[in-house]
């Protein structure tokens, strides 16, 4: 599994505060050169367990096709299971068929594209470059260029975004029959712009009831209309669950490139740093107890959950009993999962675990 990092965006959303810098052709060509490098320099950690690729960032659609042909091209020739991009719907439109056709030529055959709402007041509060009407051509251009596998993403939890508003984001969503959607709750990072307001009064958050309405709208919206509720955050028509995403939620290992990207061999987290200058990186080699928190709180995101025999070695038997009682676990063939019913308070569940 190979993940490459594209640090680059054209503007920042008022809730980002990921390391990202302003593309220029200066800059994404001393990154392709950076990038290059550095998968011939350890090209020996790629391994072909899943031979998946996902380029994220920041928004590798910013790049240029000759631009992602070099870095593709430096990779070792895989047959990829699954090659995910991640988009903007305003690059796709501006960049049109083309671009588009050259992605699929390239070996993309999944786009997750970063629509979070098909509002055009909602989008211009994110700060997002595309409006309403543009997520839907970038999407239906998608489908012309060929693409079958198309995830989008969506944001609730906004204080000004009212039920109706959101209702209709997702009859919007469930229309467009996307093969797999994305739902992030918003979170208020203190880097972020949104913190800024938040910390000056100018933003307020939305309370948790109002999350929980929209959230549980989510999983009823998106069960009508046949999708998977495989993950807290993530849905999929059966068949089209992200097969990258999935393995980091059973630890499999993964090498990632590019400035911020993450690496993990099994036993070491590795951090590559920042920046498009500094090649340096950390590295934290896990303790057993840190292995077995990560794997708690990964697979019970899921709704594969835990095998049984994993919650009984490591948690307290009575934690376990008495969240069996309420309701808040359930066991069938072996393993435990957390009912979607109580995924939305699923950190409280896995912190009693923990
Ligand atoms: S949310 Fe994505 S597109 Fe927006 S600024 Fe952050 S990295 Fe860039």
Redesign the pocket.
């Known amino acids: 599994m190979i993940y490459i990092h594209v640090p680059?965006?054209?503007?920042?959303?008022t809730?980002?505060?990921?390391y990202?810098e302003i593309a220029s052709e200066e800059r994404t060509g001393r990154y392709a050169d950076a990038i290059c490098r550095e998968i011939a320099e350890r090209s020996g950690e790629i391994t072909d367990d899943i031979p998946t690729l996902y380029i994220g960032?920041?928004?590798p659609s910013v790049l240029p096709l000759s631009v992602l042909e070099r870095i593709v091209g430096a990779l070792p020739p895989t047959e990829w299971t699954e090659f995910t991009l991640?988009a903007?719907p305003e690059d796709l439109c501006e960049k049109g068929l083309p671009y588009l056709e050259g992605l699929r030529r390239l070996g993309v055959d999944r786009l997750s594209m970063?629509v979070q709402s098909f509002d055009d007041g909602m989008l211009r509060w994110?700060?997002?470059r595309h409006n309403g009407e543009r997520a839907v051509r970038a999407f239906r251009l998608a489908r012309e260029a060929g693409f079958r596998n198309i995830s989008i993403d969506l944001i609730f939890g906004i204080s000004h975004l009212t039920d109706g508003l959101w209702e209709e984001t997702l009859a919007k969503a469930v229309s467009l029959a996307p093969e797999h959607i994305s739902c992030y709750q918003l979170s208020v990072e203190g880097e972020s712009a949104l913190g800024r307001m938040t910390a000056e009064g100018r933003y307020r958050e939305a309370d948790e009831e109002q999350c929980r309405r929209q959230y549980d709208r989510l999983c009823r919206v998106l069960s009508d209309a046949g999708y998977v509720h495989y993950e807290i955050s993530n849905f999929a028509l059966p068949g089209r669950e992200a097969i990258h995403n999935s393995a980091y939620w059973r630890r499999v290992p993964y090498v990632g490139f590019g400035p911020g990207a993450h690496s993990f061999d099994g036993f070491r987290r590795r951090w590559n740093n920042s920046s498009l200058t500094d090649r340096s990186f950390t590295e934290e080699v896990l303790t057993p107890e840190d292995m077995r928190v990560e794997t708690l709180m990964l697979a019970l995101r899921t709704a594969r959950g835990i095998e049984s025999s994993f919650l009984h070695e490591n948690c307290r038997p009575d934690v376990i009993d008495s969240l069996l009682d309420e309701g808040a676990l359930a066991e069938e063939d072996g393993r435990f999962r957390i009912p979607e019913s109580r995924f939305f308070v699923s950190d409280e569940i896995i912190r009693e675990l923990i």
């Open positions: 680059f965006c054209r503007s920042f959303c809730y980002c505060d990921f990202s960032g920041g928004t991640e903007n970063g994110m700060n997002r």
